[in-house]
């Protein structure tokens, strides 16, 4: 409450004041970036239209080998770097979908040109848990994927150069 008061009082942290701020960095010539966490995370649908000619940029991502219909795929595409690759809550997107057997497509944008990694794991059980010895994974360029990695790949081996436009890609699944 009195932090509230003080805060309110002051005009420090107002939506008025932190536009004020802004305004005035951006004068200064200083950049200003969106919070890093609009960064990550971001859960989106399918939208095959935002890879369509003249969009991007994006991965196109056609996953194929999926070998049964049941269970959930999750895709995620990560910056290609040692800081980012797989690390926890460092994803970019995430499509969530009920899996077909066979092969499916995804359309996933970036936030601009540079060198990104995709992961694919297909929860044959829906538990939300990886179970290695049923579950399924792919990732960019389809590297060598065993227990002695734990299925975790360097960042150079995953890295996929992304332009101005869609980079198709495609993975292969594998199950233990």
């Known amino acids: 409450m009195i932090k509230t008061k003080f ?69 995620q595409t990560y910056r290609a770097t040692s800081g980012e690759w797989l690390k926890k809550g460092k994803w970019l997107s995430r499509i969530d ?9 995804f359309c996933l944008p970036v936030p601009a040109p540079g060198t990104y990694g995709v992961a694919v794991r297909h929860d044959l059980n829906g538990n939300g848990d990886t179970d290695i010895m049923s579950d399924g994974g792919a990732m960019s360029n389809n590297p060598s994927i065993n227990i002695f990695n734990l299925g975790k790949p360097s960042y150079s081996k ?19």
């Open 7 to 75: 805060l309110t009082r002051t005009g420090i942290g107002s939506r008025k004041s932190i536009l004020a701020g802004l305004a005035i960095a951006g004068a200064m010539g200083f950049s200003v970036s969106a919070p890093a966490i609009a960064q990550y995370r971001n859960e989106i649908r399918n939208d095959m239209s935002r890879c369509s000619s003249g969009s991007g940029p994006a991965v196109m991502v056609t996953v194929d080998g999926i070998k049964v219909s049941q269970g959930n795929l999750r895709i």
């Open 158 to 176: 995953v890295g996929v150069p992304v332009g101005k436009s869609v980079k198709s890609i495609r993975v292969e699944m594998k199950y233990m």
């Open 97 to 105: 979908v009920p899996a077909k057997a066979g092969t499916m497509t």
